[in-house]
């Protein structure tokens, strides 16, 4: 009944959005105008500030366009890759990047096809795709025996990089990983953000923030100001069909230690998901985050920072 409400949801949401253009575009996948991307980075740029530590921005080629990389931390730091999640663009790790760069080097890349600073040039990826691209990122900077901590969509899209051969990822952390061990815990709830989609409105959008985030008062003006925008603008969440929870053999597959993080009041996960993570992967550790909801780096920054740094060191 989940799974069926879940591919309602976004069926409706999928007719709803392509009804408005008779011709696919891969832009469709990001702005429309030169006006909305001016605006959206405009707010992007203003919300990495937040980072408040020193960082550079490159841009990299890739076979399906550039895929743009924050880097910070020291040079001599172990690796980490930071992927971030839907629309929520690498500016989201503002609460818990100044504990993570202290004695790692951050390659924090955005997504390619969200609105952020990478840009698409090519036909939608699909999930092998997506390793090629990431695979890309990491061959440029010569990443070996790196760590990687997903969040959301981020976190199924560091799962799915896990169960290839093909790179050489360490230390796992997922943070309230979307699609990943299960279809969403409460899709009527979920189902919100799809409808904000469809007919967005700042109202409409605090009210969903309401919904993920138990501390929503948290959230930085400025960040918010920013993902509200990649909310209205984003045509990105077609995606979201071929993110199918991984089958029991795919995650025997994964050898590597992993972190799971969920928020008590999760409404994308439950203690549900991290009982099959339990059993499903072979080095596993787990963690509930009292008083925290899918945001649960903002509504918890400094419980999920503790356990991220003890779990890494």
Same mark, same amino acid.
Request: aromatic fraction near 12%.
């Given at each position: 009944m989940l799974k069926l409400y879940f591919r309602l949801a976004v069926v409706l949401f999928l007719v709803t959005s392509c009804s408005s253009s008779k011709k696919a575009k891969f832009d469709d996948y990001v702005f429309k105008t030169r006006t909305e991307e001016v605006?959206?980075?405009?707010?992007?740029?203003?919300a990495l500030k937040l980072w408040n530590i020193p960082y550079t921005e490159e841009d990299v080629k890739t076979s399906f366009g550039t895929a743009h990389v924050i880097i910070a931390g020291p040079k001599n730091g172990k690796d980490l890759v930071l992927l971030?999640?839907?629309?929520?663009?690498?500016?989201?790790?503002?609460?818990?990047?100044?504990?993570?760069?202290?004695?790692?080097?951050?390659?924090?890349?955005? &997504?390619?096809?969200?609105?952020?600073?990478?840009?698409?040039?090519t036909k939608p990826l699909s999930s092998?795709?997506? $390793? $090629?691209?990431?695979?890309? $990122? &990491?061959?440029?900077?010569?990443?070996?025996?790196?760590?990687?901590?997903?969040?959301?969509r981020g976190g199924w899209i560091a799962t799915l990089l896990a169960t290839q051969?093909?790179?050489?990822?360490?230390?796992?952390?997922?943070?309230?990983?979307?699609?990943?061990f299960k279809f969403l815990d409460k899709p009527r709830k979920t189902s919100s953000a799809l409808l904000l989609k469809l007919f967005p409105s700042e109202k409409k959008f605090s009210k969903t923030l309401s919904t993920f985030s138990t501390h929503p008062e948290n959230i930085s003006v400025i960040y918010k100001r920013q993902f509200y925008l990649a909310n209205k603008y984003a045509k990105s969440n077609s995606s979201m069909l071929k993110m199918m929870p991984f089958s029991d053999k795919e995650l025997e597959s994964i050898q590597n230690p992993v972190?799971?993080?969920?928020g008590d009041k999760d409404v994308i996960n439950s203690e549900e998901s991290l009982d099959r993570?339990?059993?499903?992967?072979?080095?596993?550790?787990?963690?509930?985050v009292k008083d925290a909801g899918h945001f649960l780096t903002i509504d918890q920054p400094k419980v999920v920072n503790d356990a991220i740094i003890n779990f890494l060191d």
């Open positions: 605006k959206y980075q405009t707010a992007y740029d203003k971030h999640g839907m629309d929520a663009s690498s500016t989201m790790w503002y609460p818990n990047i100044k504990t993570l760069a202290k004695n790692h080097r951050i390659y924090a890349i955005d &997504f390619i096809m969200e609105p952020n600073k990478s840009n698409l040039t092998d795709n997506i $390793v $090629v691209f990431y695979n890309e $990122v &990491f061959s440029y900077y010569k990443l070996k025996k790196f760590d990687i901590i997903g969040a959301s051969k093909s790179n050489s990822i360490d230390k796992i952390v997922l943070l309230s990983p979307a699609q990943t972190l799971i993080l969920i993570a339990k059993k499903h992967l072979v080095n596993c550790k787990t963690k509930t």
